[in-house]
């Protein structure tokens, strides 16, 4: 009697919409567990294919909606916290993020029909383009999520962003994530890329550099805003070392401290004690008749107590009052150097970080606000991002926090020290000065909006074609 086989693609193929939109979910969330705290980053390419496989076939109108589907389980599972800080709007924010895994797989299918690219190359510059408009060109731009950040604990894949950054690991996984999906199409194994890149993302060797000169003794002071007590209680406090740089959190003041004759005359004090440079953040008021009318600023004092720099926030934090946004990114001269100062979110974005290394600064300094209330997860992704510029940028990174998220990154992306708890603590380190700018500094960071580029060719040029083949079926 004849037989008959039914293979994976059959049965994918046989799906009704309901059972395809819950399998489409169930996608989703297993993509969300490859990402921090979660542990199955390996996986990450394989997620992504079965999820283009499950659009395979559908309407574009139904593509859609099931990448939103495959979205809000995506991000739902890794940004839960969002509720911590928006509550019940949270939801629509999740919808927000979830709109880009759904562009990105509804374009693949489109581009990948009209024109005679291979799904591997097609998917890479596609994901890599969507992922650069969402992280930085989209009004709520938001990095989150990205797939390079999935694998900062990988310190073989991680030297790619010294080349290409974040864009260039997740161009990566994305291809590899194509081949996996031509091999569940039916097309001929795509074994190499797939075990290639699988095999490099097993890499968990750390690769530390060796590092020259004489070490930066800094010390991070980690506290609540405007809690005065600890901030000069722990810079004072006698440590294993005497710090040459004290960094103390964003917000440590809500004012400018500088425009208080008591307050700068004890920040002097302080200073001359510990014979140190004091980087802090603060608020610079430019307009008192409305409540965001002020800089947010991060102040750089030397050892008498005397201004020798500042850095205003590029990148203000959406929904928060967070002052207005500063444009300048420069390197600040020191008698430790030339340091470069950003300020929390501006570390979501590669640009500031790339800016001060390419202005000269050898280390890069920064005063954060990770509120206890937002939750470890938040800060623990949080870290990746902070941890990818060390790598892109080739810098050592020293971060004061106000609740546990104050360490200290090497430029292979490894944090060589942190703190343990979310109270007030100190953080005694040492970090080295770097002058060399590598190839993401001297133009490699320009890969993303390539890719961005490249994605509005490709669909352009698939809207061509497809006007041209209704036009002959017209004839």
């Not at 294919?49 to 139904?62: E, F, I, N, P, V």
């Not at 810079?235 to 004759?261: H, R, V």
């Not at 928060?320 to 300020?343: E, L, Q, W």
């Not at 994605?455 to 004839?475: D, E, H, K, N, Y």
Request: net charge neutral.
């Amino acid at each position: 009697m004849p037989t008959s086989s039914c293979t994976f693609t059959d049965r994918i193929d046989s799906l009704n919409l309901p059972q395809r939109a819950l399998l489409l979910m169930l996608t989703g969330l297993l993509t969300g567990l490859c990402f921090i705290p979660y542990t199955l980053w390996p996986i990450l390419p394989l997620c992504l294919a079965l999820y283009l496989r499950l659009l395979h076939g559908q309407s574009y109108k139904w593509m859609f909606r099931f990448g939103l589907l495959f979205g809000l389980a995506w991000s739902a599972t890794d940004l839960f916290w969002f509720k911590n800080i928006f509550g019940a709007a949270a939801i629509s924010l999740w919808f927000i993020v979830s709109l880009f895994p759904a562009l990105a797989g509804t374009l693949f299918h489109f581009v990948v029909s009209r024109l005679r690219l291979s799904p591997v190359l097609a998917i890479a510059v596609t994901w890599t383009g969507i992922e650069f408009y969402r992280s930085e060109l989209f009004p709520l731009s938001f990095g989150w999520l990205g797939l390079g950040y999935a694998y900062v604990n990988d310190h073989a894949l991680m030297r790619v962003a010294a080349f290409a950054g974040s864009y260039g690991i997740t161009f990566l996984c994305a291809a590899c994530s194509g081949a996996i999906y031509m091999t569940l199409s039916g097309s001929k194994p795509q074994l190499a890329a797939t075990a290639l890149f699988l095999l490099t993302a097993l890499n968990l060797t750390p690769c530390h550099g060796a590092y020259s000169g004489a070490p930066l003794h800094v010390r991070l002071v980690q506290a609540p805003s405007e809690d005065d007590e600890h901030q000069f209680a722990l810079s004072a406090a006698t440590g294993s070392q005497t710090p040459e740089i004290l960094i103390w959190p964003e917000y440590s003041f809500l004012t400018n401290p500088l425009d208080q004759p008591i307050t700068h005359a004890k920040l002097a004090k302080l200073l001359a004690q510990t014979n140190s440079i004091l980087v802090f953040g603060g608020e610079r008021r430019l307009d008192t008749s409305t409540p965001n009318g002020f800089e947010n600023t991060a102040f750089v004092l030397d050892k008498q107590g005397n201004l020798i720099g500042t850095h205003v926030k590029n990148h203000t934090v959406h929904f928060f009052r967070d002052g207005r946004a500063g444009h300048d990114s420069n390197a600040i001269v020191t008698p430790g150097g030339k340091i470069g100062v950003a300020i929390c979110f501006d570390m979501d974005y590669p640009d500031v970080a790339r800016r001060l290394t390419n202005d000269g600064a050898e280390v890069l300094l920064v005063p954060n606000n990770d509120p206890e209330s937002w939750g470890e997860v938040q800060r623990m992704q949080h870290n990746l991002m902070f941890r990818m510029r060390a790598v892109e940028c080739g810098r050592w990174l020293a971060r004061a926090d106000v609740a546990g998220g104050t360490s200290i990154t090497s430029p292979d992306g490894v944090v060589t020290a942190h703190v343990k708890g979310s109270g007030p603590e100190l953080l005694d380190g040492d970090i080295y000065r770097l002058n060399d700018r590598n190839v993401f500094v001297r133009g490699g960071w320009r890969f993303g909006s390539v890719c961005f580029f490249a994605v509005v060719v490709m669909v352009l040029g698939s809207a061509l074609v497809t006007l041209r083949s209704r036009r002959l079926q017209a004839q």
